[in-house]
């Protein structure tokens, strides 16, 4: 008898980080989900040794295999697996993630209601002693807050915790693998533009564990403002009717504030919003240079005539 498609394909990037990796595949291991029903696909993004010595052990408890490709970036790695998995529904989380027991039942009651929909799930953080990790945290909870107030018409799932039916994702061309940060702000926003509704999920939960240092959490910020000008530069080749700035977070996030400092002792209250302050000038530092470096004076003017012609 030949054996029945998995339902899921997770797919897990890596890159130099086998420890992370382990709890990642643990968590997995200990899925409620039948081990008929998913596989994992781990593709490692060009990691001096393979973890394939990590990996191995796991196989005896699910379907398990892994990738490799030249160092491209985690959204070339997604696409990677993709291109391999057997699954009616992609699931993609990372490799510093630990999906919780019930995560892919959680994904898959949402997917089976419509077709073509995305759904994302809610991602805490692992690492509450760790104050950088922390205000990441806070950023992404803001993040949700506005743009998934409403569950049934969410507009943005970061990607470590998103899962979609297989072949709309290849039909829209998975992610851009030219995008190193804000492949999933990209991906959402050509998902919505083909008509196909975003579904916030959020009992489907993983856990992040990301330990971040001050340098470490302005590089992070630095590079998601990068990406963020790359992203507002491909919607607006694909849009110029609109804009990806939005000033209604920005007032969003100055009401949210004292919410996300309640309760906390005075000091870290005080820590914490520094680097709130930190998160927008590394986002604003980003965009900036990576603005400049595209030549984004030529973009406004094609973006003016285009204008100018209607």
């Not at 940060?181 to 993983?206: F, H, K, M, N, Q």
């Not at 530069?233 to 000033?247: I, V």
């Not at 309640?262 to 914490?272: T, W």
């Amino acid at each position: 008898m030949t054996q029945a498609a998995p339902i899921f394909s997770v797919i897990i990037p890596t890159y130099q980080r086998p420890a992370l990796l382990v709890r990642c595949l643990e968590a997995l291991a200990q899925a409620r989900t039948g081990r008929a029903a998913y596989e994992v696909l781990v593709v490692d993004d060009g990691s001096p040794v393979a973890p394939a010595a990590t990996v191995a052990p796991f196989r005896e408890r699910m379907t398990v295999r892994l990738l490799r490709q030249a160092n491209a970036g985690p959204a070339a790695a997604r696409n990677t697996g993709a291109a391999e998995a057997c699954g009616e529904f992609l699931a993609f989380t990372d490799d510093d993630c630990m999906p919780a027991p019930g995560w892919l039942d959680a994904l898959a009651g949402e997917l089976r209601a419509a077709p073509h929909r995305m759904v994302g799930g809610r991602v805490r953080n692992a690492l509450t002693t760790n104050l950088y990790s922390c205000a990441s945290q806070a950023i992404l909870d803001l993040v949700y807050a506005h743009y998934n107030a409403n569950p049934l018409a969410a507009r943005f799932f970061a990607s470590d915790n998103m899962a979609l039916p297989a072949d709309t994702f290849r039909a829209l061309g998975g992610f851009t693998p030219s995008f190193r940060t804000s492949e999933d702000r990209d991906l959402c926003d050509r998902w919505l533009g083909a008509g196909y509704p975003l579904i916030y999920a959020p009992g489907a939960v993983v856990a992040h564990a990301h330990a971040l240092t001050l340098q470490a959490f302005w590089r992070q910020h630095l590079g998601y403002g990068r990406g963020a000008f790359r992203f507002y530069r491909a919607h607006a080749r694909r849009s110029a009717a609109d804009s990806t700035l939005d000033p209604g977070f920005y007032l969003a996030l100055l009401r949210r504030l004292p919410d996300v400092l309640e309760g906390r002792p005075i000091g870290r209250a005080a820590a914490l919003a520094g680097l709130l302050g930190l998160w927008q000038a590394a986002n604003l530092a980003g965009f900036v240079s990576e603005a400049v470096g595209s030549g984004f004076g030529a973009l406004v003017g094609r973006r003016s005539m285009r204008h100018a012609r209607r």
